[in-house]
């Protein structure tokens, strides 16, 4: 499927980056829900996704396995109407600590939301682009059904954002 221009019809788009191998599967929450993630703790499962395409790529490169440029998986980046059921969070409304490289304390921040979800989404400001939101995803509120995949394409990594001397 092509990736299209802005075409959600009157729903908003979200992005997701993820590897080939999960490519029939990109809403699906099994691996926040396995391994926990900023936002959510083992056990609750949620889809990531972002309000940007190069958010998505940014937050998908931080989380790459330390690897060679030549060994970097496929990556695939899901283009993703849904509902306009956000609620945004801006950086001042966020506790101190939501930057904090252990996501102990952050997994927590959201209990309410992750345990009974008023509403299909929020919006937070991202740690590395905090200009940018990523947008956590309830797949437990009723709204999640009218989720669409819009289009999926092979999303290229620029070798000049890989050093993996950095990493």
Same mark, same amino acid.
């Given at each position: ?53 190069? +958010? ?13 440029? $030549?060994? @970097? %998986?496929? /990556? &695939? +980046? ?13 950086? $001042?409304? @966020? %506790?101190? /600590? &939501?930057?904090d490289?252990?996501?102990e ?11 009974? %979800? ?9 740690v ?10 309830? %797949? ?23 050093h993996?001397?950095?990493?």
């Open positions: 499927m092509a990736f299209p221009p802005d075409s959600s019809e009157h729903m908003p788009l979200v992005y997701r980056i993820i590897r080939e191998k999960f490519l029939h599967q990109p809403l699906s929450s099994e691996g926040s829900k396995l391994f926990g993630a900023r936002w959510n703790p083992k056990g609750i499962g949620v889809l990531y996704t972002t309000s940007t395409p190069e +958010l998505g790529l940014l937050e998908t490169l931080a989380h790459a396995p330390g690897v060679r440029y $030549e060994d @970097l %998986p496929v /990556y &695939w +980046l899901s283009s993703i109407s849904i509902p306009d059921d956000i609620r945004y969070y801006s950086r $001042e409304q @966020l %506790p101190g /600590y &939501w930057q490289k252990n996501y304390r952050t997994q927590y921040w959201l209990k309410d939301w992750l345990l009974k %979800p008023d509403v299909l989404a929020v919006g937070i400001p991202s590395i682009v905090p200009f940018s939101h990523n947008i956590v995803v309830h %797949p437990e509120h009723p709204l999640f059904s009218q989720i669409a995949l819009v289009a999926q394409e092979k999303i290229p990594v620029d070798r000049r954002l890989w993996l001397e950095n990493k």
